[in-house]
């Protein structure tokens, strides 16, 4: 379509799937799609990792939330303890 000349097939088909919209991989969690297979699993990796590994999740004491530690912090339970006051 646009006359890019690629060095691979990969390549090509990658290249191609971004002018076609295709996105044929999809996440097996949360069910959005990815044009490359390396995108699918870095997005696993990223987002999903507390469903992968027991040990990897850290739960808030104060609404049961899991996430990854760095999303638990102070300003989340700031939050939570303001909201928790509202509703008292």
């Known amino acids: 379509k646009c ?5 691979s097939k990969h390549a090509l088909d990658y290249h191609m ?3 076609n919209g ?3 991989f999809k996440c097996p969690y949360c069910g959005r799609s990815y044009r490359d297979n390396f995108l ?3 997005h696993i990796r990223k987002d999903h990792q ?3 590994s027991p040990y ?3 739960t808030c004491d ?3 939330q899991k996430a990854r530690h760095y999303f638990l912090s102070p300003s989340h339970s700031d939050a ?5 006051n509202l509703i008292q």
Request: proline share 7%; aromatic share 14%.
């Open 22 to 24: 295709v996105k044929p």
């Open 40 to 42: 699918r699993n870095t």
């Open 17 to 19: 799937r971004m002018h």
């Open 80 to 84: 939570v303890n303001f909201f928790n």
């Open 50 to 52: 507390f469903l992968i």
């Open 56 to 58: 990897y999740p850290v």
């Open 3 to 7: 006359g890019k000349k690629l060095g």
């Open 62 to 64: 104060l609404c049961g």
